[in-house]
């Protein structure tokens, strides 16, 4: 019995010790890319598609207002903003995703079904594409969101 209790000291240690390196290790680097602006007009087919959604109320992605009847694309623009994550833990972070923070004037965010994944100790770029008013300027705070072994974690930072 005394052998055991010794045993299992020793497993509940190297656990902890396990789990502690996990959590102190599990960093992804976020490195703002940069924004990529888009008039509507250029992409008017994801225009009159996003349009015809949001009068619906049926918006596949992140709607910042209430449902609306949205104007002519002359009107509006699309920013993409671009950060390149790499993973320096030894275990992949799955579900990788970035929300844009909205300001007044912004519409909605298009919504990805890409499942993005980070393996280990490689790079990766994630980008999100929101819809707004043309008056409006890129600078946007994004927040990237990944998960390692279950545990969520949050970064955040400004792309101008």
Not at 55 to 79: C, H, I, K, M, S
Not at 120 to 127: E, F, I
Request: glycine residues 6%.
């Amino acid at each position: 019995m005394k052998y055991f209790a010794i045993i299992s000291v020793l497993v509940l240690i190297v656990t902890l010790v396990g789990v502690g390196y996990l959590y102190m290790t599990a960093n992804i680097f976020v490195e703002a890319v940069g924004v990529v602006a888009a008039d509507a007009p250029s992409q008017i087919i994801l225009f009159q598609q996003l349009k015809e959604q949001v009068r619906l109320g049926a918006v596949v992605g992140t709607p910042y207002v209430p449902a609306q009847e949205l104007g002519d694309a002359e009107n509006y623009q699309f920013y993409t903003y671009t950060v390149r994550l790499k993973n320096n833990c030894t275990v992949p972070a799955d579900m990788v995703e970035l929300q844009v923070t909205p300001m007044a004037g912004d519409i909605l965010q298009i919504g990805s079904s890409a499942d993005v994944k980070l393996p280990a100790s490689q790079t990766t770029d994630v980008t999100a594409t929101i819809l707004t008013d043309v008056n409006m300027h890129a600078i946007r705070e994004v927040t990237v969101t990944y998960y390692i072994w279950g545990v969520p974690f949050t970064m955040k930072t400004t792309i101008r």
